[in-house]
């Protein structure tokens, strides 16, 4: 079999705008006002396009002899960069052949944890780096006491085999009473509790898709979803979102059209503050959507992960109080409305599908931590206190977020978030790749823009969390700023919207 080879001028023109300065002869090659080797510069924009699937898992890199001409570099530059690359994995090479692009064992291929840098954590000034990959709150102080009730009503449990796929019945009834609550009438006997709302979604992907099917994405969206339809074979088909009308967002009737063009049978939409615009989708349209899914025979895929984190205006009412059968299916999780570390999620649909699940699980795993459960039931008989006090937290970092980047990047259009974590920022050029490679230098991990979408979209958009501290955020921001000038030299060249063949 043939192995893919990306060519030298390819990889030269997806890194786009990394850069550096040559050191006098005999002296170390640094990246351009950042203090970083030239080479570990270049392995960290590598790397970030492994994540974004702009360097395929498989394929063969260039030579070191023809890399480093395309680049005008030394030679030295790209060994010592593929190198660094092999030993975090990132590259696999075997005597005699081209090293071919990889992802460490440490890194789910199912996407279930977001790239992060894995060869810088520290800010010049030898401050931690301020991490915005990641859309996630540390934990309320309620966290402890949960625990602690977890652990006093564990006993009752330690006379059985520990292991129960459905989820154990307290929390279970817990869930589905917040969602009576919420006007969706629901029994205990229609909640799957998993190890999270993405364990969940692959149930569901594995029970309602083959390979091959369409699944229906709204674009952008949540990175690690779009990696889990791959990751069963199926194949997401992007429904653009338009941020830019808070009030449409969702084009209900590019849904329909694209469902019953290409006989999807599955869709997986986020109407509740999509990660990462947080845009809402109104009642009427939830109404609409329902009605869609029933013309079309499709099944949606709704995740709740972030309906708890409203922060303006009301909640909407559940998409699937607006189903007259089994057309919505819901997912949610206890890890953005709580601590990313409790890993308990659910998923609510009808029995049959249920039952359906269960067999799935089966050969996945064996059930959701008890501790943990246990813990989720106390954290959601008192959710209202703590999610009240979570919003305010989220609504004066946004606020401390936005004031920074209208001072340091008033050039950037800063769209709507009526809730959820992030903002979603555009750009005045497509440099979010070389942006998201330059940050390290100056103290800021982020997410490019295209890991929230498909073929290579989103360059000239960025999602900023606004889960840190405000003092911690206003350094991001400068930090932000400080790495886009030093791409603005080029900010008039476009990085390819597409991997390279």
């Known amino acids: 079999m043939t192995t893919r080879v990306i060519s030298a001028a390819t990889l030269t023109r997806d890194l786009g705008g990394w850069r550096f300065d040559e050191a006098p002869a005999g002296g170390e090659q640094t990246a351009r006002r950042g203090g970083r080797p030239a080479y570990l510069a270049l392995a960290e924009s590598i790397r970030l396009l492994i994540h974004d699937g702009r360097a395929p898992l498989g394929a063969a890199l260039p030579s070191e002899r023809d890399l480093a001409a395309a680049l005008a570099v030394s030679r030295t530059t790209v060994t010592s960069a593929y ?56 934990a309320p102080p309620e966290m402890t006491e949960a625990y602690s009730v977890a652990l006093q009503g564990l006993p009752r449990f330690l006379g059985t085999h520990g292991m129960d796929p459905v989820g154990v019945s307290t929390l279970r009834e817990a869930i589905a009473r917040r969602y009576t609550e919420r006007g969706l009438p629901t029994d205990a006997d229609q909640i799957l509790v998993t190890v999270g709302a993405q364990h969940g979604l692959r149930l569901l992907l594995n029970v309602l898709t083959a390979p091959a099917d369409r ?26 979102l338009r941020p830019e009308h808070p009030h449409a967002g969702w084009d209900l009737d590019g849904i329909r059209s694209a469902a019953r063009q290409t006989a999807a049978s599955t869709a997986y939409l986020v109407p509740d503050y999509n990660n990462p ?47 007259r059968g089994t057309e919505i299916v819901t997912i949610g999780s206890a890890s953005k409305s709580f601590w990313g570390g409790l890993r308990v999620g659910w998923v609510r649909a009808n029995r049959p599908l249920i039952t359906k699940l269960l ?105 900023l969390p606004f889960t840190h501290e405000e003092e911690d955020l206003r350094l991001a921001a400068k930090g932000i700023a400080a790495a886009y000038e030093t791409l603005s030299p080029h900010a008039a060249n476009p990085l390819s919207p597409l991997t390279c063949y």
């Open 277 to 323: 615009t947080g845009l809402v989708m109104s009642a009427a349209d939830r109404a609409e959507l329902a009605a869609i899914a029933r013309e079309t025979r499709m099944t949606v895929i709704v995740d709740e992960s972030m309906a708890d984190l409203h922060l303006d205006g009301e909640p909407q009412p559940p998409a699937a109080s607006f189903a």
């Open 215 to 240: 699944v229906l994405i709204d674009h952008p969206t949540y990175p690690n979803a779009i990696e889990a339809i791959r990751d069963v074979g199926a194949r997401p088909v992007p429904v653009p």
């Open 359 to 463: 067999g799935t699980r089966s050969t996945i795993d064996l059930g959701t931590p008890v501790m943990d459960q246990l813990a989720t039931v106390h954290l959601l008989e008192h959710a209202d206190t703590i999610l009240a006090r979570r919003r305010e937290h989220l609504q004066a970092r946004r606020a401390a977020l936005r004031a920074a980047l209208a001072e340091e990047l008033p050039g950037w259009h800063v769209g709507t978030c009526a809730g959820g974590m992030s903002l979603w920022a555009q750009l005045p050029a497509p440099v979010s790749t070389a942006l998201a490679a330059t940050a390290p230098n100056h103290g800021v991990l982020l997410a490019a823009g295209p890991r929230f979408g498909v073929q290579g979209a989103f360059e000239r958009f960025l999602r």
């Open 83 to 138: 190198a660094l690359l092999r030993d975090h994995e990132y590259l696999v090479s075997r005597q005699g052949s081209r090293s071919t692009v990889a992802l460490p064992a440490s890194v789910p291929h199912d996407g279930s944890r977001p790239a992060r840098s894995l060869l810088v954590t520290m800010s010049p000034d030898d401050r931690p780096a301020i991490d915005l990959t990641y859309a996630a709150m540390s």
